[in-house]
């Protein structure tokens, strides 16, 4: 059941402007900008080994610093009735940031997701608050913090053992401000046609605006996202109707969807999370406006999407969240391999995809840690899989997947900032599933002594759990050994599969010269014995040649020490030639 959407009534309050740097920033110098402070690592200890923990216990006073919550904000609120939240659900250093900020007569609450998922009887996964402090003032009051962020300047408050507690000021919407400030009139005809134009292209480009916290609640997506909860008072504050959405189950947008989809169409993306982890509906007319603001999502910067596609997988609930993406045809932006493969394989390749998904996301609901590599390559392993082989072209011999997940990862890599790392690993971990299938031999020693057998295997784990295939080769590998060949791979007219030629490994000692070899070949040659298949069985070079051949998919082997399904190429190999 859905409803159309409430608008909320108009901002009220003085007009938006920018705001001005305060005293603390304008005194940087122009040879330290605040913009280094994005490349300075996590403030280290000082030379006193002094943790981030020691450095608040110093801002602090001593009557902040109590273990228990109920000490810091009481469990009743001034009007006498209990607060809304129990305050042994927040978190302890949360509530001694705010109590911080308020000591310095500043404004600060707890904001987002972790109240709507207090209100939702779910465990926030971490505590943000809100403050009227500037950037600089919060750096001024608190030692142990580090200012990050280009488009807008966020605290980050380091605490023992690496806890982040996330403080940002107030914001406006910058629409809102381009709408209302009056030195945004034209002079002239000719810019104010200009503006116009400017004015339909609804995209934020821009958002480093402070404001006050109602204004700070309407520039938010959705309604259950813009919800205030003020510790000291013990009541949630809600400008946007978001309880209301929240009792009935709904997610909508703040203010006209249409707008706010197009703002940011990112949003899709996380409309599609929060249905798909809290189990809510979106409401009907937020539904339509992504729906519409798909063709938008190209606009979005790359690096932005694409960790949201990875926060979609990572948090256990991918298999309905690429469900919902892909009846609003948003796959063919974000996972065209994937799009392509629903197109060219129907119904059966959706239900053999899905079941893929649906075994990775048990494996993380479990609780293991899965590094994005595997998680990446647990998704496109059907896809490799009926994806012809390609022959590499790398003179090195590099091996291949299907060049639709060799072009997504380049994709990846060059425009949405992937690291060149994770792409690597995915493309080898995808090459070795032919070798723990069967489909290919590779010495067992060599294969599991490499660093990525065991990513490889619980990628493999994964797939047989999805499909129900290959589960005596699992068993195998687990056992620690080698799953006998597919008889896919051709056996000989007595049903036995043909024995693989053994690589000749040379023994060790001075390279051979040109005139000994000779001698050699002809020694060879005048042999009586030997027939022209079994010297060119014999031949070192030959043989070498013919193992390379028919190892192009995979890459070269590289000696015991190493797992040729891994590797794309080894120094060894060119080092026992050379004997």
Not at 286 to 297: C, F, S
Not at 363 to 370: T, Y
Not at 535 to 545: E, L, M
């Amino acid at each position: 059941m859905t409803r159309d959407s409430t608008d909320t009534p108009p901002v009220g309050g003085p007009t938006l402007q920018p705001a001005p740097d305060d005293a603390r920033e304008a005194a940087v110098s122009e040879a330290e900008s605040l913009d280094s402070l994005e490349m300075l690592p996590v403030p280290e200890p000082a030379e006193e080994t002094q943790s981030p923990m020691s450095a608040l216990m110093e801002t602090l006073p001593q009557d902040t610093l109590s273990e228990s919550n109920s000490e810091l904000f009481s469990h009743s609120t001034p009007s006498g009735e209990p607060p809304e939240i129990d305050p042994d659900k927040l978190d302890p250093d949360a509530l001694k940031v705010i109590h911080r900020l308020h000591s310095h007569g500043h404004q600060a609450y707890l904001v987002g997701g972790c109240v709507r998922d207090l209100l939702l009887d779910r465990t926030p996964k971490d505590f943000d608050i809100a403050t009227s402090a500037h950037p600089g003032e919060v750096r001024a009051i608190f030692r142990n913090c580090r200012l990050i962020g280009r488009r807008f300047r966020l605290a980050h408050i380091y605490f023992k053992g690496g806890k982040i507690i996330e403080v940002s000021t107030f914001r406006a919407n910058p629409t809102e401000l381009d709408a209302s400030s009056p030195e945004n009139g034209s002079e002239n005809g000719e810019e104010e046609g200009s503006e116009t134009e400017e004015s339909q292209d609804l995209l934020i480009t821009h958002d480093n605006v402070f404001g006050t916290a109602e204004q700070d609640a309407r520039r938010r997506d959705f309604t259950m996202n813009g919800l205030f909860y003020d510790v000291a008072e013990g009541r949630v504050i809600d400008y946007v109707r978001g309880r209301r959405d929240l009792d009935e189950r709904y997610i909508r947008t703040i203010g006209d969807p249409e707008i706010r989809m197009r703002e940011d169409p990112v949003r899709i993306l996380r409309a599609v999370r929060f249905s798909a982890k809290l189990g809510l509906d979106i409401e009907s007319r937020t539904y339509a406006a992504m729906e519409g603001a798909v063709e938008d999502l190209p606009r979005c910067a790359p690096a932005r999407l694409l960790e949201e596609t990875f926060r979609l997988i990572r948090g256990g609930v991918a298999a309905p969240c690429l469900r919902l993406l892909a009846a609003l045809d948003a796959l063919k932006v974000l996972l065209p391999p994937v799009a392509a493969y629903f197109k060219q394989y129907g119904r059966r390749g959706r239900d053999t995809f899905y079941a893929y998904v649906e075994a990775l996301d048990r494996r993380v609901s479990s609780g293991e840690p899965l590094d994005d590599a595997i998680l990446l390559a647990a998704l496109l392993v059907p896809i490799a899989q009926t994806s012809p082989i390609v022959e590499s072209q790398d003179p090195a011999g590099r091996p291949s997947v299907a060049q639709s997940i060799e072009d997504l990862l380049a994709e990846f890599v060059q425009t949405a900032r992937l690291p060149r790392r994770i792409a690597e690993r995915c493309r080898l971990l995808l090459i070795a599933q032919r070798t723990l299938s069967g489909e290919r031999r590779r010495r067992t020693g060599a294969f599991r002594r490499h660093p990525l057998f065991n990513d490889a295997l619980i990628v493999f784990e994964i797939s047989v759990q999805a499909t129900g295939q290959h589960r005596d080769a699992l068993e195998a590998w687990k056992r620690g050994e080698l799953p006998p060949l597919k008889s896919s791979e051709g056996s000989s007219e007595g049903g036995e599969a043909p024995r693989k030629r053994r690589r000749r490994r040379r023994r060790g000692g001075r390279k051979v010269t040109a005139g000994e070899g000779a001698a050699a070949s002809a020694s060879a040659s005048g042999s009586a014995e030997a027939s022209s298949g079994g010297a060119a069985g014999d031949s070192g070079d030959s043989d070498d040649a013919g193992e390379a051949g028919d190892e192009s998919e995979l890459g070269d082997e590289s000696g015991e020490d190493s797992g040729g399904d891994f590797d794309a190429g080894s120094d060894s190999d060119s080092e026992s030639d050379e004997g």
